[in-house]
T-cell receptor, first 113, second 113 residues
Framework: AQSVTQLGSHVSVSEGALVLLRCNYS??????LFWYVQYPNQGLQLLLK??????LVKGINGFEAEFKKSETSFHLTKPSAHMSDAAEYFC???????????FGTGTRLQVTL | SQTIHQWPATLVQPVGSPLSLECTVE??????LYWYRQAAGRGLQLLFY??????ISSEVPQNLSASRPQDRQFILSSKKLLLSDSGFYLC????????????FGPGTRLTVL
């Protein structure tokens, strides 16, 4: 069975600092991987996805993620945090037929002045 | 482009009352549709998915049911709500021309008292 683990339910960074949100997946076959962002009381918005092409994936809002098979990781980064980045971030893996998603438990990002 | 409508946006219901949440999709045809629940402090859990009219698959045993009476309509129901049914319910559809992506609706916040 496939699982997704996000280390750190809360991450706090200063504005302008590096953002690093961790995600590890468990699968015998590298899956399709996704990062979604959720602002309060809203649905999820896709930030970026890995589909077995380039291992470094660039997304919206300056975010990027690197797929590392040897570490079974897909960490999300942004060089310089902005106040508007404060939100909850979910890592997800595609599994099985019908394109079902398995989500991590999420990481809430706080950006301070 | 695809649009997902969910209503109501918020709902407060007493324990034991029935439930009907509706999701409609515009801008695509014959999509896979999904219902997720996000409980407080937890990640997203897939409840049901549908690959076509009248075709419903349940992911976890629960107090809820789903139906798909039309191609772009997905309904989540319960005959008698439990306190544990409280949460944020998200409808999603498979993105057209990007079959490994899911596009999410704005969600319904359900509070069972």
């Amino acid at each position: 069975a496939q699982s997704v683990t996000q280390l750190g339910s809360h991450v706090s960074v200063s504005e302008g600092a590096l953002v690093l949100l961790r995600c590890n997946y468990s699968s015998s076959v590298p899956p399709y991987l996704f990062w979604y962002v959720q602002y309060p009381n809203q649905g999820l918005q896709l930030l970026l996805k890995y589909t077995s092409a380039a291992t470094l994936v660039k997304g919206i809002n300056g975010f990027e993620a690197e797929f590392k098979k040897s570490e079974t990781s897909f960490h999300l980064t942004k060089p310089s945090a902005h106040m508007s980045d404060a939100a909850e971030y979910f890592c997800a893996a595609l599994r099985g037929t019908a394109s079902k998603l398995t989500f991590g438990t999420g990481t809430r990002l706080q950006v301070t002045l | 482009s695809q649009t997902i409508h969910q209503w109501p946006a918020t709902l407060v219901q007493p324990v034991g009352s029935p439930l009907s949440l509706e999701c409609t999709v515009e801008g695509t045809s014959n999509p896979n549709l999904y219902w997720y629940r996000q409980a407080a402090g937890r990640g997203l859990q897939l409840l049901f998915y549908s690959v076509g009219i009248g075709q419903i698959s349940s992911e976890v045993p629960q107090n809820l049911s789903a139906s798909r009476p039309q191609d772009r309509q997905f309904i989540l129901s319960s005959k008698k709500l439990l306190l544990s049914d409280s949460g944020f319910y998200l409808c999603a559809c498979q993105r057209e021309f990007a079959y490994n992506e899911q596009f999410f609706g704005p969600g319904t916040r359900l509070t069972v008292l």
